[in-house]
């Protein structure tokens, strides 16, 4: 049974002739007898009765027009439903993170869309795995991710013409050395200090230490320090990870959701005569927000980022 049977018996059963039913649905005579007979097989039901040249409608016949009628009625109910919440739908997909800033914004960003755009409905996806870089977003991998930038870095991701973000948080970012490494019982640290050292940080990061010219701006501290990283499959395993004479990377967001100030093998510092901190900025596609619902989101994410939630 479909659409198009229900509508064709609902014709024939006002006009009870199968040649004017036909020319008001544009089909063939044939075609239309072939249709409804082929809706009695299905109901094994006899809905037409054809005595003495004249079709009329059985009891059950009658009786399936209010029937065909309802069904009729609720699929164009249904299609008008989704017809509506097809332009009012916003579905994003965002890359996860460690961090939770992004998601805090999106759930604020969603409660005040349901406020002043009720119609609207805000579905978000979280995607796990490498999608949180720059390129991705570009290729239409996801909507939105979070990147952070050094603060001085010469690079800004606002820069490319794919996206479009503004800054959601700022955090000092630490550094780690195990009780293994001289550092450790060293009062004051400066840059200078760290003169031959090994950065290790997480893999997701690299790149942007790279990117941020970080090696650079130690030695115009005083340090020539290498920049490494290894295959960590996760936070968890980074901080878990025998740092030995090595120096690791701590943001501060991350100090207790992983025990790191709790640690007695470890000693957290930052450096007397060299500031590192990070802008974490939400970046959006920009064909995303180039359309309606998309800068709906954006304005409402970027006024929940805002000191004052303006």
Same mark, same amino acid.
């Given at each position: ?58 009891? !059950? &016949?009658? =009786?399936?027009?209010?029937? #065909?009628? *309802?069904?009729? $009625?609720?699929?164009? /109910? +249904? ?127 690299? !790149? &942007?230490? =790279?990117?941020?010219?970080? #090696?650079? *701006?130690?030695? $115009?501290?005083?340090? /020539? +320090? ?85």
């Amino acid at each position: 049974m479909d659409l198009r049977q229900l509508r064709e018996y609902l014709v024939f059963a006002e006009e009870l002739n199968y040649s004017l039913a036909a020319k008001r649905l544009f089909v063939s005579r044939p075609a239309l007898a072939a249709h409804l007979a082929e809706l009695e097989d299905e109901l094994n039901c006899q809905l037409i009765d054809k005595h003495g040249g004249h079709a009329t409608l059985t009891g !059950a &016949g009658k =009786q399936f027009v209010d029937t #065909a009628r *309802r069904l009729v $009625a609720d699929w164009e /109910a +249904v299609v008008e439903t989704y017809r509506h919440l097809s332009d009012n739908l916003i579905t994003v997909k965002v890359a996860a993170s460690n961090l939770p800033w992004i998601e805090a914004h999106l759930f604020t960003a969603r409660r005040a869309l349901q406020k002043s755009h009720p119609e609207k409905q805000l579905s978000i996806i979280i995607e796990n795995g490498p999608l949180s870089t720059i390129d991705a977003l570009a290729d239409d991998e996801n909507r939105i991710i979070i990147a952070g930038y050094k603060q001085e870095s010469p690079a800004s991701p606002l820069q490319s013409t794919a996206v479009d973000g503004f800054i959601v948080s700022s955090e000092k970012i630490l550094l780690l050395v195990t009780d293994r490494n001289p550092l450790f019982v060293r009062e004051t640290i400066c840059a200078a200090d760290l003169a031959g050292a090994t950065l290790m940080v997480p893999p997701d990061i690299y !790149a &942007g230490y =790279q990117r941020d010219s970080m #090696a650079e *701006r130690f030695a $115009a501290q005083g340090a /020539a +320090v290498s920049i490494a990283t290894q295959g960590f499959a996760d936070h968890f395993e980074y901080f878990s990870h025998d740092f030995g004479q090595t120096v690791g990377i701590v943001p501060t967001t991350l100090l207790p959701r992983f025990g790191i100030d709790q640690r007695p093998d470890l000693r957290v510092f930052s450096l007397a005569d060299m500031d590192i901190a990070s802008d974490f900025y939400a970046l959006f596609n920009r064909s995303f927000t180039a359309t309606e619902n998309g800068r709906l989101l954006f304005d409402e994410m970027r006024r929940a980022a805002s000191p004052a939630g303006m």
